[in-house]
């Protein structure tokens, strides 16, 4: 059974540590959404929930539903933090969409003023070399907004291959047009990661 897995409880890189949402994280994420709120609004509409005056309490509640999909192993909601000084960096996920494949789908944000220093990057080495090596992952894909050029830049210098651009794919965005999504995939017979 999934839930009878065993979990990290961090994952290191030379300079970030990866760890499980947890709802006394609410302090250190509040912040870095609202710094990094309009780079993040065009690609990841949560962002609105958290600008209303209840917004602290919805991203506890979410941070709480998070915690309970890692125990159940439903879906795997992460943190990402600087190892020099505990500064929180972003968020990254592995979402399961087939346990028999296994397939996972990995979704990514960072704070504005930690992008551009290779965070990210290092991040999402560090999960895709854990789903391939401990989950047994045959598949990685990476989604984004095709005019989202810094996440589809990390897949790129990973090697993830573009599979696919899917036109009129995405609801509307803030401008009112349907969007285009970009795919992009591994699988563990690719060259290494560069």
């Known amino acids: 059974m999934r839930e009878l897995m065993t979990m990290f409880t961090e994952l290191r890189g030379p300079r970030i540590a990866i760890r499980p949402l947890q709802p006394d994280f609410v302090s250190a994420i509040y912040p870095a959404i609202m710094e990094s709120r309009e780079e993040l609004r065009p690609w990841l509409p949560f962002v609105e929930e958290y600008e209303r005056p209840e917004g602290m309490e919805n991203l506890r509640a979410f941070l709480i539903r998070s915690q309970a999909d890692w125990l159940l192993r439903d879906n795997f909601q992460l943190s990402i933090w600087r190892s020099a ?11 399961p969409r087939n346990w028999k494949i296994p397939a996972f789908e990995i979704g990514y944000w960072l704070r504005t003023s930690a992008s551009g220093q ?3 990057t290092e991040a999402v080495r560090l999960l895709s070399d854990f789903a391939f090596s401990v989950f047994g992952a045959e598949r990685l894909i990476i989604r984004c907004d095709a005019r989202n050029a810094r996440s589809a830049a990390v897949a790129r210098r990973l090697g993830f291959i573009q599979e696919g651009h899917l036109r009129n794919d995405e609801m509307p965005g803030p401008d009112g047009k349907l969007r285009d999504t970009l795919i992009f995939a591994r699988i563990p017979t690719d060259p290494p990661m560069p």
């Open 85 to 95: 000084d505990e500064h929180y960096l972003g968020a990254i996920g592995l979402h």
């Open 118 to 120: 290779g965070y990210m």
